[in-house]
């Protein structure tokens, strides 16, 4: 079992976001996608398994890790996939981290870069979504997750100021919203259309509710950059 997994993928990160990141969450694992090793590394981060066409990484810095030179990631494993192949690394590293029994899954590296791979890390969240597994894409700005049934933020867990839920399947039904600033009650949010936008949780309330009756949302707490 993994537990609860960190994962730091092959995007452009912000070391200091990174740092304070994983310092407020508590994780069994540490797992890195090809060049997330590079940030690893730079954080002297201890890591467990690295997986990848290793095609990005620096070379010393694969080479310290090989070596076992990497203080506290001696015994890290080594899950290598082909350069030509049909998925691309963070859906396979996904699969195997299901595989392997994860609890939980934080994944840092997902939204910088190429708008290609963001889209595509985010429709990857619905493999955890199917296994009932809690994931998330966080980078300074955003948290990100997809929901497909009820759904409670508590106050002191919200990621920043704003609430936004877009529709990542067709339509999404029955959408209640309660604990926020602007309500909405049994409402269908539908692909095209930009209703659930930049909410805010009210004031008097201690957390802040979703229900859906079918479909999936991408749920995205965010705040303005400081």
Not at 33 to 59: I, Q
Not at 154 to 174: A, I, M, N
């Amino acid at each position: 079992m993994l537990g609860k997994v960190l994962l730091i993928t092959g995007g452009e990160v912000d070391l200091e976001f990174v740092r304070k990141y994983i310092d407020s969450i508590s994780y069994d694992t540490v797992i890195c996608a090809d060049s997330g090793l590079n940030t690893a590394y730079r954080l002297k981060l201890p890591v467990h398994y690295f997986m990848g066409d290793f095609d990005s990484v620096t070379p010393q810095i694969l080479e310290s890790y090989r070596n076992g030179t990497v203080a506290g990631s001696e015994a890290c494993e080594w899950v290598r996939y082909p350069k030509e192949k049909d998925y691309v690394d963070t859906q396979l590293v996904i699969e195997w981290i299901l595989e392997k029994g994860a609890l939980e899954i934080h994944i840092l590296g997902a939204t910088g870069g190429r708008l290609d791979h963001f889209l595509a890390n985010v429709n990857i969240l619905m493999l955890p979504l199917k296994k009932g597994v809690p994931a998330y894409i966080a980078d300074p700005q955003n948290r990100i997750r997809l929901m497909d049934q009820t759904l409670q933020i508590r106050r002191e867990d919200f990621y920043g100021k704003y609430l936004s839920l877009l529709p990542l399947t067709t339509q999404v039904t029955g959408v209640t919203l309660q604990g926020l600033k602007y309500l909405i009650e049994d409402y269908t949010l539908e692909v095209g259309i930009a209703r659930a936008i930049s909410n805010e949780m009210d004031e008097s309330s201690d957390a802040a509710r979703i229900q859906i009756q079918s479909g999936v949302l991408i749920v995205v707490e965010s705040k303005d950059r400081s």
